[in-house]
């Protein structure tokens, strides 16, 4: 076995924040000899493809970062609290210079196939390129949200003007000056581009199937003594992130939202709601995601919001969530969105109200019988998140499988980072971890270590294949779904659902606690602990 012609020892597909740090861990700890391919021209993932006005993180740059270079983490200074895709994709860049990555990493090169070799336990790898590459451990690095969606409209392709997806966004930028333009969607992108692209459009016209809840992003400059503070305190800021619910220093409220009194609660929300970001989302009453009455009472808070921020009431009727509970989907953070539908050159049209979608034609976009003529269209729409990248990787494990035919009822994994029938195959964020549930990089930089330290282990141990039990596997897809059917977020036809894209298997895709991601690094690491219990290694 051990004499089969290999080229690498590891193979990393993707170098965003997964591929960069799993290429580092396991070339610059372990010594390993590691190729990484991406599709995208340099490095940063997201922050490489998604350049559409006003894309910026959503997490306080603080702790979206890595944290594995301590001299980095007091040397880089972010301009705001949330900076701007530019500002991340300059960090990545500087983290790949000073760490010398790219010489490890073939760009512009898409990973089109792979098998899996029972008899000498290696990988061979295919890619657009031609090449064609065997490694013991390949590694998806692969984004849970890279997989672009575009949903197929009839008339797509008769339009005449010009169409973009924000995923896919040009690198020499959109001037939207003096045109009719349309955004289809209003997900947590659509929220940061809205904003942006009404100021400069002569008119804009924002297609909405689904209103969401949105929470104040409060963007701006860090007060400089508090970014001293934690500077100085930075391994203090990183192990609570690490034993964290979310990766976030946001804790719920240890009550009941109904047992308080209603000024109590008032003034817990308004401070929330001062307070910005998720914390709304993440620090609210801890009832909020289970009991549909608890729900109601934070989502109406959201709903004064609403109509005391939107002028026209019907504009703001239209605004209104309906029929999912609050916290179910993605939260958007708003700068200026709502006002925006105070500008007299922005429309809303509502599926609800004024009908959906029913063709694009040669001259924009026909809803409820009537044709909106514009000159651009911005599809904010999202993407086959969590599963679309993986599957498409097309790799075939153990006797011929794929992640298509054996995820064909939502996916299937043993602690979101092995497949049973894969053997070899790490995933970095797969679904069944916590991934989008959480501030990523701390999500990221938790599975590159453990993997790292799998690898590690086997090598130590003249070990060649590791591969998740189907027994583990079924326990830990039983647990994963028990602990999310007991709150309201299997309700909502959420992306975290898979209700997004026509077909996909209605489940929830990632993991949510019951203790949140530091209760599942606590059990990731008891199970290496004790051997890797639940893999079979050999
Ligand atoms: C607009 C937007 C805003 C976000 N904001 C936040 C935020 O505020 N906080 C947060 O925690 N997370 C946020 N996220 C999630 C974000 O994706 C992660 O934080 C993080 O960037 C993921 O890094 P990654 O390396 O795992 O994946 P990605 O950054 O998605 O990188 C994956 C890379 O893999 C490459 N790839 C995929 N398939 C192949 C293939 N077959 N062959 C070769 N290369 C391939 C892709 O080209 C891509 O470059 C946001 C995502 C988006 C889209």
């Given at each position: 076995?051990?004499?089969?012609?290999?080229?690498?020892?590891?193979?990393?597909?993707?170098?965003?924040?997964?591929?960069?740090?799993?290429?580092?861990?396991?070339?610059?700890?372990?010594?390993?000899?590691?190729?990484?391919?991406?599709?995208?021209?340099?490095?940063?993932?997201?922050?490489?493809?998604?350049?559409?006005?006003?894309?910026?993180?959503?997490?306080?740059?603080?702790?979206?970062?890595?944290?594995?270079?301590?001299?980095?983490?007091?040397?880089?200074?972010?301009?705001?609290?949330?900076?701007?895709?530019?500002?991340?994709?300059?960090?990545?860049?500087?983290?790949?210079?000073?760490?010398?990555?790219?010489?490890?990493?073939?760009?512009?090169?898409?990973?089109?196939?792979?098998?899996?070799?029972?008899?000498?336990?290696?990988?061979?790898?295919?890619?657009?390129?031609?090449?064609?590459?065997?490694?013991?451990?390949?590694?998806?690095?692969?984004?849970?949200?890279?997989?672009?969606?575009?949903?197929?409209?009839?008339?797509?392709?008769?339009?005449?003007?010009?169409?973009?997806?924000?995923?896919?966004?040009?690198?020499?930028?959109?001037?939207?000056?003096?045109?009719?333009?349309a955004v289809v969607g209003t997900g947590?992108?659509?929220?940061?581009?809205?904003?942006?692209?009404?100021?400069?459009?002569?008119?804009?016209?924002?297609?909405?199937?689904?209103?969401?809840?949105?929470?104040?992003?409060?963007?701006?400059?860090?007060?400089?003594?508090?970014?001293?503070?934690?500077?100085?305190?930075?391994?203090?800021?990183?192990?609570?992130?690490?034993?964290?619910?979310?990766?976030?220093?946001?804790?719920?409220?240890?009550?009941?939202?109904?047992?308080?009194?209603?000024?109590?609660?008032?003034?817990?929300?308004?401070?929330?709601?001062?307070?910005?970001?998720?914390?709304?989302?993440?620090?609210?009453?801890?009832?909020?995601?289970?009991?549909?009455?608890?729900?109601?009472?934070?989502?109406?808070?959201?709903?004064?919001?609403?109509?005391?921020?939107?002028?026209?009431?019907?504009?703001?009727?239209?605004?209104?969530?309906?029929?999912?509970?609050?916290?179910?989907?993605?939260?958007?953070?708003?700068?200026?969105?709502?006002?925006?539908?105070?500008?007299?050159?922005?429309?809303?049209?509502?599926?609800?109200?004024?009908?959906?979608?029913?063709?694009?034609?040669?001259?924009?976009?026909?809803?409820?019988?009537?044709?909106?003529?514009?000159?651009?269209?911005?599809?904010?729409?999202?993407?086959?998140?969590?599963?679309?990248?993986?599957?498409?990787?097309?790799?075939?494990?153990?006797?011929?499988?794929?992640?298509?035919?054996?995820?064909?009822?939502?996916?299937?994994?043993?602690?979101?980072?092995?497949?049973?029938?894969?053997?070899?195959?790490?995933?970095?964020?797969?679904?069944?971890?916590?991934?989008?549930?959480?501030?990523?990089p701390v999500s990221i930089e938790q599975?590159?270590?453990?993997?790292?330290?799998?690898?590690?282990?086997?090598?130590?141990?003249?070990?060649?294949?590791?591969?998740?039990?189907?027994?583990?596997?079924?326990?830990?897809?039983?647990?994963?779904?028990?602990?999310?059917?007991?709150?309201?977020?299997?309700?909502?036809?959420?992306?975290?659902?898979?209700?997004?894209?026509?077909?996909?298997?209605?489940?929830?895709?990632?993991?949510?606690?019951?203790?949140?991601?530091?209760?599942?690094?606590?059990?990731?690491?008891?199970?290496?602990?004790?051997?890797?219990?639940?893999?079979?290694?050999?």
């Amino acid at each position: 076995m051990a004499n089969a012609i290999q080229d690498f020892d590891a193979l990393v597909i993707g170098a965003g924040f997964s591929g960069m740090y799993m290429l580092k861990s396991l070339r610059d700890k372990l010594g390993l000899k590691v190729r990484v391919y991406e599709a995208g021209d340099t490095v940063g993932g997201t922050w490489y493809w998604n350049r559409y006005p006003g894309a910026r993180c959503d997490s306080d740059s603080y702790i979206y970062c890595f944290t594995f270079d301590k001299q980095l983490l007091q040397e880089w200074e972010w301009s705001e609290r949330y900076p701007e895709q530019p500002e991340i994709l300059r960090y990545l860049e500087h983290v790949a210079a000073r760490h010398d990555l790219k010489r490890d990493i073939q760009f512009g090169t898409r990973v089109t196939g792979g098998e899996y070799d029972e008899k000498t336990n290696l990988w061979t790898v295919q890619t657009d390129k031609g090449d064609n590459v065997t490694a013991r451990y390949v590694i998806a690095a692969v984004g849970t949200l890279s997989d672009t969606n575009l949903p197929q409209f009839k008339g797509l392709e008769e339009f005449k003007g010009k169409r973009y997806h924000t995923s896919k966004f040009p690198h020499t930028g959109v001037d939207f000056t003096g045109k009719r333009v349309a955004v289809v969607g209003t997900g947590a992108t659509a929220v940061q581009a809205i904003p942006e692209i009404a100021q400069q459009a002569k008119h804009l016209t924002v297609f909405q199937r689904t209103a969401n809840y949105c929470v104040p992003a409060r963007n701006g400059k860090v007060d400089p003594d508090l970014v001293k503070t934690r500077k100085a305190d930075y391994d203090g800021v990183v192990k609570r992130v690490r034993e964290s619910f979310f990766g976030q220093e946001h804790y719920f409220i240890p009550k009941s939202v109904l047992e308080v009194s209603a000024e109590e609660r008032e003034r817990e929300f308004e401070r929330m709601w001062d307070a910005g970001g998720f914390a709304y989302w993440l620090a609210n009453y801890q009832d909020m995601f289970f009991d549909q009455k608890a729900n109601d009472v934070c989502a109406d808070f959201i709903r004064r919001k609403i109509r005391a921020t939107v002028k026209d009431p019907k504009v703001a009727e239209k605004l209104m969530p309906k029929g999912h509970a609050y916290g179910c989907k993605r939260q958007p953070l708003d700068t200026n969105y709502y006002e925006t539908y105070n500008k007299p050159n922005v429309l809303l049209v509502d599926a609800a109200t004024d009908g959906g979608i029913e063709e694009i034609t040669e001259k924009g976009i026909r809803a409820g019988g009537k044709e909106y003529e514009v000159d651009i269209i911005v599809f904010a729409t999202g993407f086959d998140a969590m599963t679309g990248p993986l599957t498409k990787l097309n790799l075939k494990g153990r006797g011929g499988r794929t992640l298509d035919k054996e995820w064909s009822e939502g996916p299937r994994s043993y602690l979101g980072v092995s497949v049973a029938g894969f053997p070899n195959l790490f995933t970095i964020t797969g679904p069944q971890s916590p991934s989008v549930l959480s501030n990523m990089p701390v999500s990221i930089e938790q599975h590159v270590d453990w993997i790292t330290d799998c690898i590690d282990n086997m090598r130590k141990n003249g070990q060649t294949a590791i591969e998740a039990t189907p027994e583990a596997q079924e326990q830990w897809v039983k647990h994963v779904n028990e602990v999310v059917g007991a709150t309201l977020m299997v309700k909502a036809n959420s992306w975290y659902m898979g209700a997004n894209i026509p077909g996909k298997p209605r489940t929830f895709l990632p993991y949510l606690g019951p203790e949140g991601v530091g209760g599942y690094r606590k059990k990731c690491d008891e199970i290496a602990a004790k051997g890797y219990e639940g893999f079979n290694l050999g």
